[in-house]
Structures are given as C-alpha cells and as structure tokens.
C-alpha cells in the first residue's frame, strides 16, 4: 500500500469514528435532557437525529428513546388535566415509535416502552380496556426478562409488580398478590445505585399492608416460597 492510500484510509477511519462519536453524544444528551424532564427539548433533539441515521440498528437507538420521551410527555398532559382525546393520541404515538423500532431492530428498550404505553393508553381508556391490554403487556416485558436477559432492569420488574397487583385474579385475569410483591421486591433489588425510585417503596409497602401477614404466618410461608424457588430452577426468570 502507498504512502498516500495509507493516509487516505487512515483518515477515511477517523471520520468514522468521529462520526460515531457525534452520534452516541447526541444519544448521551438526549438522555440527560430526559433525566432533568426537558422532555420537548430531548424528542426536539431525537427527531434531528432521526433524520440523519440510515441503519436500522441506529435508528431504533433513538426510536425507542422516541416511545419513553413521548410517553412521559403524556403523563405530563394527564397531570395537567389534558383531554381524553389527547392522551389517547400521545400514547399512541409512544407506542408507535416503539413499534417502529421493534420492526426495524428488536432491542429490550422497544419492548419495554411498547408495554408501558399500551399500558397507559388502557388506563386512560377504563378498567375494561386496560384489562384487555395486560396479556400483550405482560408478553412483552416477559420478551425483555426472558428473551434479552434484562434481569436488572428495574422498571420492567415493578410495572410487572403493578400488573398483578391491580388486575383481578383467576377467572377473570391473571392478578396475584404474591406474584406481584415478588416483582416488586425484585424491582427493588434492581434500583441502580444512582437512581432513587420511592414509587417502588411505596408500592410493595401497599401490597404487604394488604397482605397482612402475621410474623408468624409470614416465617411459614418463607421456606413454601424457598422450595417452590427450589423446584422451578430450570424454569425461566418470569416464571421463577
């Protein structure tokens, strides 16, 4: 190779790789946006880079980051007392963009904020609807535990927590007292240690005061759930 196809490709790499590193800090900052609740300011941002990016891979990077932002930016409207009609259009447009990333390049993100917002949307529907929704919720944060392995991720462990907690129980749906507090203390253990989620505290505090258990009753049942750990070893995080 020539001196000079030597510096052509030399250079040719740099850019590249400069070129890589725009785009994980645009990612970098859209995140920070997100954290601080500048959420106009990050899907402003997300949109730019979305039009820039041609793989398909790269492109559901900021798709799904798309869902997370628009959802909360929903919450927001809720909050703020927003229309019916609103809601129901923002969520969608959450759930959309996660859709459109699950299409392009499957990643646990994508499926975690297509629950979320299918979630939201039922919630603001009525009880009916959000009943309807919880199985396709429930596949795809199970999609995340078991199929990407994502066994510390927090959030999709305490939205499974509040599934079981507020659907009913067999006949009617798949709601479980135990089940959920399981999930809640697992989300729990799975707080990052520079986050702080008091939502999570106060959720499980919720469901063991409806519990109610005694000390007593609670010593009995510990070794129950040790031995039914036990015996689903080989079985998948979820159904653990």
Not at 2 to 18: E, P, Q, S
Not at 152 to 180: C, H, K, R
Not at 189 to 210: I, N, R
Request: net charge negative.
């Amino acid at each position: 190779m020539t001196r000079k196809r030597f510096g052509i490709v030399v250079l040719t790499l740099v850019l590249c790789i400069a070129a890589v590193s725009a785009a994980d800090q645009v990612l970098e900052q859209a995140d920070a946006l997100y954290r601080q609740d500048k959420l106009e300011e990050a899907k402003a941002m997300l949109l730019t880079a979305l039009s820039s990016k041609t793989s398909a891979p790269d492109k559901a990077d900021v798709l799904w980051r798309l869902s997370r932002i628009v959802l909360n930016i929903g919450d927001e409207l809720d909050a703020e007392g927003a229309s019916k009609d609103t809601l129901f259009a923002t969520y969608e447009e959450a759930q959309s963009y996660a859709e459109q990333a699950i299409s392009l390049h499957p990643l646990a993100e994508a499926y975690q904020w297509r629950a979320s917002s299918v979630g939201r949307w039922g919630e603001t529907k009525g009880p009916l609807n959000a009943l309807g929704k919880a199985e396709p919720m429930r596949k795809d944060l199970a999609v995340v535990i078991n199929d990407f392995n994502d066994l510390n991720n927090s959030e999709v462990w305490y939205v499974l927590g509040q599934l079981y907690f507020q659907l009913p129980g067999w006949p009617i749906s798949f709601g479980n007292l135990d089940t959920a507090i399981s999930y809640t203390r697992k989300a729990l253990d799975t707080v990052p240690s520079d986050e702080q989620f008091p939502g999570h505290y106060k959720a499980l505090a919720e469901m063991l005061w409806k519990r109610d258990w005694s000390a007593s009753k609670r010593n009995s049942e510990i070794a129950k759930i040790q031995k039914q750990w036990d015996k689903n070893a080989n079985k998948s995080a979820l159904e653990r």
